[in-house]
């Protein structure tokens, strides 16, 4: 009984061995500056990708203050994007969810998709980018509102832009905007309420796009800095724009009565 274990043990060794090889092969790699693109025989999209990664790389490092940074994401540092030829290999090899379209691993600097992914190259890629290159410049720890993660990279969605002012402003007309301190305390990863999902990354997309473009670029990455250092949301605030919004109340007003004029 033990040897005939050894031997299905031994088998099932050189399978995944085999499987492994045969995945390995399958892969062909474009590199650049900034990114390894690993594609599986679609030399044109591989590079059409690789084209868009870079200039949302600059576009994305601009906005949030890293074009300055020495080094970052070169040589061995640099992003890996896998592009899986259909949806299928993608769930079955990433180990993706059925519904998923795409897949980000932060700590180790990877993206994951499908060729056949029509939002792949102006959703998906922006979008994970600049997750990746937020918490590159603020860290995995502090006390970082998840609504300002999900609003940062939506803000790189600029198709997003518009359909978003709009909720909110509807929103406030109702009355039913959600609270800026509630949205601060909400975990969206776990909500099941379609609406309230939609509702809450408007509004954050839309909270971050209000920063910007009320107070500028170079506000917005000097808060970003006081939340990557420990600040809580108050104080980066009013470090940030002491004589304009110095608590999350002043925030929701200056933010309500912006789209409300808009």
Not at 159 to 174: F, G, M, P, W
């Amino acid at each position: 009984m033990r040897s005939v274990c050894i031997v299905i043990i031994c088998i099932a060794i050189v399978a995944f061995l085999v499987c492994g090889l045969a995945v390995a092969q399958d892969w062909d790699l474009l590199k650049g500056k900034h990114f390894l693109i690993y594609y599986m025989g679609d030399k044109p999209f591989a590079k059409e990708v690789m084209g868009e990664a870079e200039r949302y790389y600059n576009k994305i490092a601009s906005d949030l203050g890293y074009s300055r940074y020495d080094k970052f994401w070169q040589w061995e540092d640099r992003v890996k994007i896998y592009i899986y030829r259909t949806r299928e290999e993608f769930i079955a090899s990433a180990g993706a969810i059925g519904w998923a379209t795409g897949m980000v691993k932060y700590k180790e600097k990877e993206i994951s998709s499908f060729r056949q992914n029509e939002r792949f190259l102006h959703s998906l890629l922006p979008h994970e980018l600049t997750h990746l290159i937020f918490r590159d410049f603020v860290g995995y720890g502090g006390d970082i509102p998840l609504w300002i993660d999900e609003g940062v990279a939506q803000w790189e969605e600029k198709h997003k832009r518009k359909e978003a002012i709009s909720i909110v402003k509807d929103l406030s007309k109702q009355g039913n905007l959600i609270p800026i301190a509630e949205l601060t305390r909400m975990d969206i990863r776990v909500e099941e309420d379609a609406v309230l999902a939609r509702n809450f990354y408007a509004e954050a997309v839309t909270i971050i796009g209000f920063l910007i473009e009320k107070y500028g670029g170079s506000k917005f990455t000097l808060f970003c800095r006081q939340l990557r250092d420990g600040k809580d949301m108050d104080e980066a605030l009013s470090f940030t724009y002491p004589n304009k919004i110095r608590n999350i109340g002043e925030l929701e007003e200056r933010w309500i009565e912006y789209y409300r004029g808009g």
